[in-house]
């Protein structure tokens, strides 16, 4: 065999290399996936429990506890995943500048100035509506524009599982609605969180 029937051969798998190359190197720049999607799933599933335990249909109490404690719960544990997720996405976008890097920022901007909007919205009229409805109204627009925010963010990257993901929260925030108060809570912490638990799964396996 002569050094020219070994050149399709070595083409061949220096095509290979390089390739394998290029995915490690692309794993290694994006952050893996479940730092995006379960600190917010297990916040939610753990959190809006809580809050379903305490404030359950029909103005009912399955665990006692004060009425200031499932807030308070929900509100640390979604404190705890943005600082997780906030760490986790910034080691691993140190080095991406360029485009990619500013549709991240506005992306990020989009998040915290649509929920700074929202909450200022909604402290505006709870006062005038019975607490139960009040809570579903916080509770129902912040999962609203979540699930919203979520096709926003797969439209822009062609994230398929991202955008279908803002596609389920939605739904289940619409079913949650419409069962109403107390079992809205139940509804987003088992689909809702679980829906994020289970999409990282899904996004970490194709991420490699």
Request: aromatic residues 12%.
């Amino acid at each position: 065999m002569t050094p020219e029937d070994d050149a399709p051969i070595d083409a061949a798998a220096a095509m290979r290399l390089i390739h394998e190359q290029q995915a490690s190197t692309v794993r290694g720049l994006e952050p893996d996936p479940r730092v995006h999607y379960w600190p917010w799933g297990f916040a939610w599933l753990i959190g809006f429990g809580v809050y379903f335990l305490r404030f359950s249909p029909d103005g009912r109490t399955i665990v006692a506890m004060p009425a200031w404690l499932p807030l308070t719960v929900l509100f640390v544990l979604l404190v705890a995943a943005a600082v997780v997720f906030g760490v986790g996405s910034a080691r691993a976008y140190r080095h991406v500048a360029g485009e990619s890097a500013r549709r991240g920022r506005w992306y990020g901007t989009a998040w915290g100035l649509g929920f700074f909007g929202l909450s200022v919205v909604i402290g505006r009229v709870t006062d005038s509506l019975p607490p139960e409805l009040a809570g579903l109204l916080w509770s129902a627009l912040s999962v609203g524009l979540t699930g919203a925010l979520h096709m926003a963010g797969g439209a822009i990257w062609l994230d398929r599982t991202l955008y279908r993901l803002g596609v389920w929260l939605t739904a289940v925030n619409i079913v949650g609605v419409i069962a109403g108060p107390g079992w809205h809570a139940l509804v987003v912490s088992v689909a809702g969180g679980g829906g994020l638990l289970v999409a990282g799964a899904l996004a970490r396996r194709r991420h490699g």
